[in-house]
Nanobody, 124 residues
Framework: QVQLVESGGDSVQAGGSLRLSCTAV?????????MGWFRQAPGKEREGVAG???????KYADSVKGRFTISKDVAENTLYLQMNSLKPEDTAMYYC?????????????????WGQGTQVTVAS
């Protein structure tokens, strides 16, 4: 029903910036999707980074507040994650996720659709 494709991951130096993109191919109206960005570092659990509800509600993890910004372009069916002031601890595989239930928090079980991930590596 919903296919998600992430892009934009790269290797950068600490203090640098990246913008991740997640394009959705969906049989549902894109604006009806609630979406989020998650990340998973080796040996660690997947954690929520930022969430965006279908009505525009926002949520950020404390570790990224003030540095990361989630947004979407409805016309392009694309979700973005602008990441500034990157730190080595931001290194992880980043995943885009979506659901039709209006959830934009960080409980992974509330998301029905997941992308394949894009790697972000931040060197110190």
């Amino acid at each position: 029903q919903v296919q998600l494709v992430e892009s934009g991951g790269d290797s950068v130096q600490a203090g640098g910036s990246l913008r991740l993109s997640c394009t959705a191919v969906s049989t549902h109206t894109y604006s009806s999707l609630s979406m989020g960005w998650f990340r998973q570092a080796p040996g660690k659990e997947r954690e929520g980074v930022a969430g965006l509800g279908s009505f525009g509600s926002l949520k950020y993890a404390d570790s990224v507040k003030g540095r990361f910004t989630i947004s979407k372009d409805v016309a392009e069916n694309t979700l973005y994650l602008q990441m500034n002031s990157l730190k080595p601890e931001d290194t992880a595989m980043y995943y885009c996720a979506a659901n039709l239930g209006g959830f934009y928090g960080f409980n992974t079980s509330t998301y029905s659709f997941w992308g394949q991930g894009t790697q972000v590596t931040v060197a110190s």
